[in-house]
């Protein structure tokens, strides 16, 4: 078989897997497990992996999907346990209450309170949450959703727990890998905050609005940089807790509480006031918001008590295999060794249980509450977690039988040394046709990894400018554009809105590709 015939058949699981998404539209499930297979069919048929191989790099995918379900199956029911409890149409009354300056309530949904709810849940909730109300405060439905997916997607890569960061790092990421992805997001979450401004009233806005955003800034990009050091899991979730709590001393102490407004292309009114009664409590709206971080705290940055919670762990023990092309996987005492009681999904348990206790002890929640809820988070979460196990499955399957670096080799010997310029536009790519950042980590990480290893590269820059593009890739993912745009009443104007946030991911790619190129000359 020739190189390139070599080449076109290892990278034809992900080919499949981008055509069915991206231009037959086909449901992310289904497109994954046709990617799954074809993997399976490439491992034998073009790298030679017997049948006992193959069972277990499954086997693997399968089990590296359990620490990404145990996270968010519980992100998600603490979501529609609080949709149930009417809390969210209560925090949008009391943001009315804090400040009669258009443009901060607006930033408060579309920058905080959507980044916030990225750190804990991620999944298109912070679009489903924050674009409905920030059209009740007089936000075009079209503006509502780009606001928020340009507000809360720096926060893709370490929100939802860490979730994507814990993908990525599977590659055996190096220790400076971190500190570079938590700079060049940083800058993608000033951008954010600067974004909404400009789109609100350009030049003016920003000025009004500039020493607010570079403080939030400070604090959501700044405090994300320090934790991801200490521990990425609370590394997105502490830093927004943090900003929002800022925000409203902010806002108590008397500063950008004045009625200011612009003539503005993206509001067509006047906030309305919801007649709908609420069955919240301002305190019990934000209470379970609370008992998450004070559980995160105490798991997480608490030695006696994250070490208690970590002696229980479970792992796999896995074989040493080969294919016949001589590719080797080492055997494993400890494959994937999880720590179910010190994990985010542990932590979000404990919050659920609790929260529901607290809100149940108020008359919130009814124990008939819970399959509805429960019915709804299925829903959801059903198809998600299909799509993430057979996403797995497809890459452990190329990981694991070699074909990820046949693949890697092919594109590096024809970007050579610009690559690095392409790398943040293949994280990109990858999350324009899943629209997730974890998704693309899984999909394209340890192809990054391999590419590097052919160009004698750093692997943490590669992977760092892979998450970081991902990241910016996740305000054009086609799903969650159209979970924005059904939860906001303009279903149908998904193109619209992909046509008009492209230069804001294209500006920010460009930049990070300057810099990741910069990078690997200098190194």
């Not at 997001?185 to 806005?205: H, P, R, T, V």
């Not at 080969?322 to 179910?340: D, E, I, K, M, R």
């Not at 299925?378 to 693949?407: D, H, N, W, Y």
Request: aromatic share 10%; hydrophobic share 50%; glycine share 12%.
């Amino acid at each position: 078989m020739s190189a390139l015939g070599h080449w076109l058949l290892a990278v034809s699981p992900i080919l499949l897997l981008f055509i069915t998404i991206g231009v037959f539209r086909l449901p992310t499930p289904k497109a994954a497990l046709a990617g799954a297979v074809a993997a399976v069919l490439v491992g034998w048929w073009v790298q030679g992996a017997g049948p006992g191989m193959l069972a277990w790099e499954v086997g693997k995918g399968a089990w590296n999907s359990i620490s990404i379900l145990l996270a968010i199956w519980p992100a998600v029911f603490l979501y529609e346990m609080l949709v149930q409890a009417k809390a969210f149409p209560v925090l949008r009354t009391v943001a009315l209450q804090l400040t009669q300056d258009a443009l901060m309530s607006i930033l408060l949904f579309g920058w905080l309170f959507s980044s916030f709810l990225q750190g804990i849940s991620g999944f298109g909730v912070p679009v489903a949450v924050c674009a409905p109300i920030l059209i009740s405060l007089g936000v075009k439905p079209l503006s509502a959703v780009m606001m928020t997916l340009m507000g809360h997607a720096w926060a893709n890569t370490f929100g939802t727990l860490g979730l994507a960061w814990n993908v990525l790092t599977q590659q055996d990421t190096p220790p400076y890998t971190v500190l570079l992805t938590g700079l060049l997001l940083w800058g993608c979450n000033l951008a954010g905050g600067a974004a909404i401004c400009w789109s609100y009233g350009k030049g003016k806005a920003l000025w009004h609005m500039g020493p607010m955003v570079l403080l939030i800034s400070a604090i959501q990009g700044g405090g994300q940089l320090l934790c991801a050091r200490f521990n990425p899991t609370v590394a997105a979730f502490l830093p927004t807790t943090l900003a929002l709590l800022l925000a409203v001393v902010v806002m108590k102490l008397g500063w950008y509480t004045k009625p200011w407004s612009l003539p503005s292309p993206v509001v067509n009114g006047t906030a309305e006031v919801s007649s709908e009664p609420g069955t919240c409590s301002p305190g019990l709206a934000v209470a379970p918001f609370g008992i998450l971080a004070v559980v995160s705290v105490l798991v997480f940055l608490v030695p006696p008590i994250h070490g208690l919670l970590s002696r229980f762990s479970i792992h796999l023990a896995t074989p040493y295999t080969q294919t016949s092309l001589g590719y080797v996987n080492q055997a494993q005492s400890a494959y994937g060794t999880l720590t179910p009681l010190s994990h985010a999904g542990g932590v979000l348990v404990i919050t659920v249980l609790l929260s529901w206790w607290l809100l149940s002890q108020k008359r919130m929640l009814h124990a008939q509450d819970f399959p509805q809820v429960l019915r709804a988070t299925g829903k959801k979460m059903v198809p998600v977690s299909l799509g993430i196990l057979f996403l797995l499955i497809c890459a452990q399957v190329l990981r694991g039988t070699g074909a990820m670096e046949v693949v890697a080799e092919g594109v590096t010997s024809v970007f050579g040394p610009l690559y690095g310029l392409a790398a943040p536009f293949v994280g990109i790519l990858g999350a324009f046709v899943t629209s997730s950042n974890t998704s693309s980590n899984i999909l394209l990480g340890e192809f990054q990894r391999s590419a590097a290893s052919f160009l004698s590269l750093p692997p943490g820059i590669l992977l760092s400018a892979q998450t970081v593009g991902g990241a910016i890739g996740t305000v054009l993912g086609p799903s969650t554009i159209l979970l924005g745009t059904t939860t906001a009443g303009c279903a149908g104007e998904e193109g619209n809105v992909l046509r008009k946030l492209l230069p804001f991911a294209l500006v920010l790619v460009t930049i990070t590709g300057g810099i990741i190129y910069g990078l690997t000359q200098w190194l």
